[in-house]
């Protein structure tokens, strides 16, 4: 009986994945809109009453997909975070941990751009405690890496919390740019472009 239950909850949990998966490339494709949750479950091969058991509707299915994309990314710079290495050298790491993981996820990308203002809001009002908190979390971490960079007289002594919401526009504008020229060229690449003009600007001098 034991058995049965966990081959269940895996078939279940392997489900979920592929919805998410299919979920992922049409929004990016086509929009929010005009996807329909039959297109869904045809792209995850699944019977369309099957996405009804993990999600309520299509837009519990899109938010489902930005907030699990987000713990993915805090979880590997976390866990990349967690080294002994200097605060700045951390801060290099985790500029190439976000590009490397835009670049691999450019679906997840485009859908977050193509957001329509409508969903925006709503987006802020039903995920206001989970995925606004999983983006302030992110802006922590540099925030204190820059203090912990500070107090160590690596970095010039500047207001911590706005260097690291510069660093993140800087990422995310690259991204933009990058998007808008059709993908062309390696954006994880552009991770030694986008530290060097940050560092020059914080590092303090000798």
Known sequence: M????????????????????AGEKLFAKKGFYPTTMEEV????????GTIYLHFDDKRDLFFSIIEKKLDILL???EKEMRNDEFP??????????????????RDFFKIMQALPESLKQE???????RVIEKQSR???ILDQLIRKGIRNQEIKPLDARKLAVILVGMMHSLTIY???????????????LVWQVFWEGIKKEA
């Open 41 to 48: 479950a045809r792209a995850a091969g699944l019977a369309k």
């Open 138 to 140: 992110y802006v922590e």
């Open 75 to 77: 979880e590997k710079i």
């Open 123 to 129: 987006m802020e009002r039903r995920l206001k405690g």
């Open 88 to 105: 700045s050298q951390r801060i290099k790491l985790a500029i190439g941990i976000h590009l490397r993981f835009l670049e691999e996820n």
């Open 178 to 192: 990058w998007i808008s020229r059709k993908e062309k060229g390696s954006l994880s690449q552009d991770d030694s």
């Open 2 to 21: 034991l058995k049965v239950m966990n081959r269940r909850k895996l078939r279940q949990k392997n489900h979920a994945a592929q919805i998410l998966e």
